[in-house]
Every structure is written in structure tokens, then in C-alpha cells.
């Protein structure tokens, strides 16, 4: 899943949401995003964090980027989702006309969505009645429900007018639409139903070669698609999207509350073809309709250089497989280069691979426990590092509110161990685990299985890592200067450090 960038391109606004419209300086708080997969008690990968597929959050997450996709089955610690194809404004009902600051209200206040759907009445007449005979039976599926399911299909396909080419009645989509319910019914964005399609889509971003618009996409606390990162030199950054990005509309759909995974498949599409977004941006007084191509996006998730003649950075975007070679060329290049100390950047890191960020742990902390796994039964699964490599230089980790999963275990285990100082401000907060299962047809469930822990045994689920050094990120002096503020900072402490 590349479409990473977030951590060299900048960093969101620092606004985002405070719960009551755009919050100046308070970024995005618990509303990072990423996936996190990783092999859970050796019966897959497992996914940790993010905002759940469709979010991550991670990824969840879905389409170019639903959060990490190794070969089945893993799991999921994230929820962060990578995209690459967006879409814009509809035509449709008055919302259009109402410009961002009637949108903005809405997100921030009241979810009154009924009220927004359009003209909508109720009636019977001519209808088949159907009855609601709920029993106490313990089964799924009574007959009292297959009855009920059947008429309901009969009044759709009698009656359902299908206004556009995009609007289908078929007995596949109605199958696959009860499925997505039943997952929909725990009421946990990380727990998602695959369908054929989406499945094959999820295994084949495990070749990290993607087809999109090189950005990432997961949904905000208010349900809301929301861009968390932008990749260098992808179109994205052509077309003049940031982070923080609110996706309002794809194309003329309206993908205000919509799963992750439907957003990113309205984003999808084939190379060399153009998504028109609608955005919602702070600062801007109306929508901003932005076109974007879709390219081919071929991303490293790990990049490293010398700030100073004693400082290395190394900034990693997600963690996936390659990762893990790539953090330890990375460090054994700045180290060799005569790095004195390193800063590490986590900034919008949605997640990835639980193997791969223990690996990479285990070249930073001392001997003991790096993080630990507990399902619905309390059984418990430890991952240890035998501190053979434990890091031996001064440390600094930026992190932001859309570090997640992946991200935020190795924040905390740093954190726990006192190896190195965190910088920058709370993280996303998602400390469940999910995972990805097999129904043998060609289709999956993701499902969240169990919660994990920092090495002291904190779980940050809803809550986050605090920074031991807070500074939220000036995005004016960014995008105006190019001047990163959380950077400068984490140079100060490290060289007050190196002394």
C-alpha cells in the first residue's frame, strides 16, 4: 500500500477539526489514519491501527491504499487508507449552492443528514405489506426473516426507478449489500465486508505499484474523507492538494458518511483518466473543484538524509514489508555518513505491517517487551526484542495526529523505554487489532479480533501518545516559507542532546 508521502510532503494545516468547525492549531486530534498488518499469533498478518478500512480509520481503509495489503490472511492494525482517485462535484439538490460555510456548520455541529438527503416522502399504497415479525430465535436468518428479505426484494425490483446507469438492481449487489450490512450492524468502521472486486483490488496493492492519484485518503471523526498525506511529485501535489483536505463530493457523488471503501473506489480508476474532487479547505471561503490524473504510483516508504553534519533524518511513511530493509539502510547510511543522532518522522505515518515495524523496533530498543496483543478470550501474544541492536546514538520521533497503529507502537515503545524524545502532538489513537479472513469464495471480512499494548501496558485506543515535546505544526509557515516548525524543534532537542 504506497501512496505514502504524508512524511515528506508536509504536514497538514495544524488546523483541522476541534469538534467545532476548523480549529486553528489544534491539527487533526485522534483522526490519523493507517493500516497496520502484521503477523498475529502466526495465522496471518495482522493489521493494528489507523483508521479502519472505509478507515483508518486506517485503513483503514480502501482502494489504492486500503491500508496494508499482504497476502492473505492478515491482520489489521490500521485503518489508514492510500488513494489515487478523486472525484468532484454533482449536480443534485441545493447543497451545491450553499457554499463551505453552510458545509462546515454541518460537520461541525448536528449531523443532520436526513435533512440533507434530498426530497424524500413516505407511502404505502400499492405496495406489498411486509410485516415485522421479529422472534427471539437465536438464528441469523428465520424464516420470518428469508420471508421478509423476499418481499423486500420484490417491492425493490417492482418498484425501485433506477435514474441513472449507475443505479442496478441485481440479486448480486442486494446479496453483497445485506453482507455489508451485517458487518455494518457492529457498528465499527474497522470491521468491513470484501466483495469479489474489492478483494482482488486489496491483494494486488500488495505489489506496491498502485494506480491512483498518489495521496492518502481516511475518514475524520465526523465521517468526512479526508486527505492525511500527499505524495512528492505525484499528481496529487501537481494538482495542489494538503493534507487536511476535506473530499466533499468525487465526480458528482456526494460522499459525505460514506465508507472509506466506497469513496476510494469512486476515486479509482484507469491510468491516464482525470477525477475531478470537490474540496473543502480551511481558509477558503467556497468549495475548491480540483482535477487530478491518475498515474501509476510507485512510492519508497523509507527516505533518509543529513540535516547537519551531526543530524540524520529519517522519515517513514508507512510499514510494509519493504520497509524493514529499508529503515535499516537508512540507518546504517546516516550512522555511516557520521550521524551523531537521528530524528525519526513519524508525522502521518497511517500504519502498516505489526511485523515489520517489530523488526524495525528491534534495531532501536533495548531487550524486553516491544508490544503485546490481547483478544476477546484474554489470551495474550507478546512481541519481543532481544536487544542485540539497540540503538546508540540520541533520538527524537515527530509524530502528529495522524500517526497511527504501526506508527504509534513504535512511538510508545520509545516513549516507554525513555530511548527517545517524542515531538510534535498526539497521536491518531487506534489500539485495535484487525483482521482480514477468507470465506472461500473469493470474498473477506475484516474484523476487529483484539486490542494491543505498549510495552508499560497502556492501551491508546481513542486517546493516542502524548508528545514529551508539543508543538503543534505552523502550516501558513510551511506552505508560504516552506519552514517546518515540528523539524526545527526536533533539531533543537536533538543537538541539546548531542551537546
Given at each position: 500500500m504506497n501512496e505514502n508521502g504524508y512524511n515528506n510532503s508536509g504536514y497538514g494545516s495544524g488546523n483541522g477539526y476541534n469538534n467545532s468547525g476548523y480549529g486553528s492549531g489544534n491539527g487533526y486530534n485522534n483522526s490519523g489514519y493507517g493500516s497496520d498488518?502484521?503477523?498475529?499469533?502466526?495465522?496471518?498478518?495482522?493489521?493494528?491501527?489507523?483508521?479502519?478500512?472505509?478507515?483508518?480509520?486506517?485503513?483503514?481503509?480502501?482502494?489504492?491504499?486500503?491500508?496494508?495489503?499482504?497476502?492473505?490472511?492478515?491482520?489489521?492494525?490500521?485503518?489508514?487508507?492510500?488513494?489515487?482517485?478523486?472525484?468532484?462535484?454533482?449536480?443534485?439538490?441545493?447543497?451545491?449552492?450553499?457554499?463551505?460555510?453552510?458545509?462546515?456548520?454541518?460537520?461541525?455541529?448536528?449531523?443532520?443528514?436526513?435533512?440533507?438527503?434530498?426530497?424524500?416522502?413516505?407511502?404505502?399504497?400499492?405496495?406489498?405489506?411486509?410485516?415485522?415479525?421479529?422472534?427471539?430465535?437465536?438464528?441469523?436468518?428465520?424464516?420470518?426473516?428469508?420471508?421478509?428479505?423476499?418481499?423486500?426484494?420484490?417491492?425493490?425490483?417492482?418498484?425501485?426507478?433506477?435514474?441513472?446507469?449507475?443505479?442496478?438492481?441485481?440479486?448480486?449487489?442486494?446479496?453483497d449489500g445485506m453482507y455489508k450490512g451485517l458487518l455494518n450492524s457492529l457498528n465499527d468502521p474497522y470491521s468491513v465486508y470484501y466483495t469479489q472486486e474489492e478483494l482482488t483490488q486489496l491483494m494486488s496493492d500488495t505489489e506496491g505499484v498502485y494506480q491512483g492519484i498518489g495521496a492518502y485518503v481516511s475518514v475524520d471523526d465526523n465521517g468526512m474523507p479526508v486527505i492525511t498525506g500527499v505524495i512528492d511529485d505525484s499528481p496529487a501535489e501537481e494538482a495542489g492538494l494538503r493534507e487536511r483536505?476535506?473530499?466533499?463530493?468525487?465526480?458528482?457523488?456526494?460522499?459525505?458518511?460514506?465508507?472509506?471503501?466506497?469513496?476510494?473506489?469512486?476515486i479509482k480508476g484507469k491510468e491516464g483518466t482525470y477525477v475531478m474532487l470537490t474540496i473543502?479547505?480551511?481558509?477558503?471561503?467556497?468549495?475548491?473543484?480540483?482535477?487530478?490524473?491518475?498515474?501509476?504510483?510507485?512510492?519508497?516508504?523509507?527516505?533518509?538524509?543529513?540535516?547537519?553534519?551531526?543530524?540524520?533524518?529519517?522519515s517513514i511513511s508507512e510499514f510494509d514489508e519493504v520497509t524493514v530493509d529499508q529503515f535499516a539502510d537508512a540507518r546504517d547510511g546516516m550512522l555511516s555518513s557520521g550521524a551523531r543522532g537521528l530524528i525519526i518522522d513519524l508525522r502521518s505515518n497511517p500504519g502498516g505491517s505489526l511485523d515489520s515495524v517489530v523488526k524495525i523496533c528491534r534495531m532501536i530498543l533495548p531487550k524486553g517487551i516491544i508490544v503485546y496483543t490481547e483478544d476477546v478470550e484474554g489470551n495474550r501474544v507478546d512481541y519481543e526484542c532481544d536487544g542485540s541492536s539497540e540503538?546508540?546514538?540520541?533520538?527524537?520521533?515527530?509524530?502528529?495526529?495522524?500517526?497511527?497503529?504501526?506508527?504509534?507502537?513504535?512511538?510508545?515503545?520509545?516513549?516507554?523505554?525513555?530511548?527517545?524524545?517524542?515531538?510534535?502532538?498526539?497521536?491518531?489513537?487506534k489500539g485495535i487489532v484487525q483482521?482480514?479472513?477468507?470465506?472461500?469464495?473469493?470474498?473477506?471480512?475484516?474484523?476487529?479480533?483484539?486490542?494491543?499494548?505498549?510495552?508499560?501496558?497502556?492501551?491508546?485506543?481513542?486517546?493516542?501518545?502524548?508528545?514529551?515535546?508539543?508543538v503543534e505544526f505552523d502550516s501558513k509557515a510551511y506552505y508560504d516559507d516552506n519552514k517546518d516548525n515540528q523539524m526545527d524543534k526536533a533539531l533543537e532537542v536533538l543537538e541539546g542532546k548531542i551537546g
Open positions: 498488518n502484521g503477523y498475529n499469533n502466526g495465522s496471518g498478518y495482522g493489521y493494528n491501527g489507523g483508521y479502519g478500512s472505509l478507515g483508518t480509520p486506517g485503513t483503514s481503509g480502501a482502494g489504492d491504499g486500503q491500508g496494508y495489503r499482504p497476502p492473505f490472511e492478515y491482520t489489521d492494525t490500521s485503518g489508514q487508507t492510500p488513494v489515487y482517485n478523486y472525484g468532484g462535484p454533482g449536480d443534485g439538490d441545493d447543497r451545491q449552492s450553499r457554499g463551505p460555510g453552510f458545509f462546515i456548520g454541518l460537520v461541525t455541529g448536528v449531523l443532520i443528514t436526513t435533512m440533507l438527503a434530498g426530497l424524500v416522502y413516505f407511502a404505502s399504497a400499492g405496495l406489498p405489506r411486509i410485516k415485522d415479525n421479529r422472534s427471539d430465535s437465536s438464528e441469523l436468518v428465520d424464516s420470518s426473516v428469508e420471508k421478509k428479505l423476499e418481499g423486500i426484494k420484490d417491492t425493490i425490483q417492482k418498484n425501485f426507478y433506477a435514474y441513472d446507469d449507475k443505479r442496478t438492481v441485481g440479486i448480486e449487489s442486494m446479496q483536505d476535506i473530499i466533499y463530493m468525487v465526480e458528482d457523488t456526494d460522499v459525505s458518511g460514506m465508507d472509506l471503501s466506497s469513496v476510494v473506489s469512486l473543502v479547505r480551511d481558509g477558503e471561503s467556497d468549495f475548491l473543484k480540483i482535477n487530478v490524473e491518475r498515474r501509476k504510483i510507485e512510492t519508497p516508504t523509507v527516505t533518509s538524509k543529513m540535516l547537519t553534519d551531526d543530524v540524520g533524518l529519517i540503538i546508540s546514538v540520541p533520538l527524537v520521533v515527530l509524530i502528529n495526529g495522524y500517526s497511527a497503529s504501526a506508527s504509534e507502537i513504535m512511538a510508545g515503545a520509545i516513549k516507554d523505554y525513555g530511548v527517545g524524545t517524542l515531538v510534535g502532538t498526539t497521536t491518531y489513537g483482521r482480514v479472513i477468507d470465506l472461500k469464495d473469493g470474498t473477506a471480512i475484516k474484523l476487529t479480533i483484539a486490542a494491543y499494548y505498549t510495552p508499560k501496558g497502556t492501551n491508546i485506543q481513542g486517546t493516542g501518545i502524548e508528545p514529551d515535546v508539543e
